[in-house]
């Protein structure tokens, strides 16, 4: 059975902990499971896709440290709460830092279930973003200087006229740029170009 995702549960409860990993493995997720907040910074190694579900308040290290201790290792990953009492400024704090979900125990399984496949699927695009743009700054490195100044003003929607006036060149050299361009960057059209490199900001180059 292949996983569905996985599930990084950290919940100083053991009996709440050992049920939910119990539930979630039944449901066909994968589950590393850890007893603190600082365990889970000591042992848990990155995964795509993967969620975490955590306690609001664990002894030593509570889930919001974890979250800023996450941040800080540059380490994005969809989190959902889980908490039997937490004041306002906690919860505001958890949804400021990109919480998903903020659930009250008890809750019931079915929107635990709601909230880690939306994350997993929020993950998995993330994942899939950050491969598209490494295969982006990849082929953009292949292209040469004049090639990447003329596609940085292709991808701010400049045509031929403008960006042979920009770069006192002939319409039709230009055209010739772009076709060198798009094959380089392995892509059929414009089209296929702008959705390649959607999020993608190249390196400044004033060739």
């Given amino acids: 059975m292949t996983s569905k995702g996985l599930v990084f549960l950290v919940e100083d409860d053991d009996d709440l902990r050992m049920n939910l990993e119990f539930m979630l493995k039944h449901l066909g997720y994968e589950v590393s499971n850890f ?3 600082v365990s889970f910074l000591q042992k ?6 993967a969620v975490l579900v955590m306690d609001m308040r664990m002894p030593q290290m509570s889930g919001l440290d974890l979250h800023k ?16 009492e937490s004041q306002s400024q906690e919860i505001i704090d958890a949804m400021k830092y990109g919480a998903i979900e903020f659930l009250w125990k008890p809750f019931p399984h079915s929107q635990l279930i709601q909230a880690i496949d939306k994350g997993l699927k929020q993950d998995a695009e993330r ?35 403008y960006i042979a006036s920009a770069k ?4 039709d050299t230009i055209k010739k740029y772009r076709g060198q361009i798009l094959s380089k960057m392995q892509v059929n059209s414009l089209a296929e170009l702008l959705a390649l490199c959607k999020g993608y900001t190249p390196p400044t180059n004033n060739y």
């Avoid at 848990?44 to 896709?49: E, I, N, V, Y």
């Avoid at 994005?76 to 889980?82: D, T």
């Fill in 69 to 84: 201790a996450l941040l800080e290792k540059d380490w994005v990953l969809p989190i959902i709460y889980m908490s039997g």
């Fill in 44 to 49: 848990a190694r990155r995964h795509s896709p």
């Fill in 35 to 37: 007893d603190s907040a």
């Fill in 127 to 161: 994942h899939e973003d950050q491969k598209r743009l490494l295969l982006v700054d990849s082929l953009h490195k292949g292209l040469n200087p004049r090639e990447q100044s003329i596609l940085s003003l292709m991808l701010l929607g400049h045509g031929n006229k």
């Fill in 168 to 171: 006192g060149l002939m319409a």
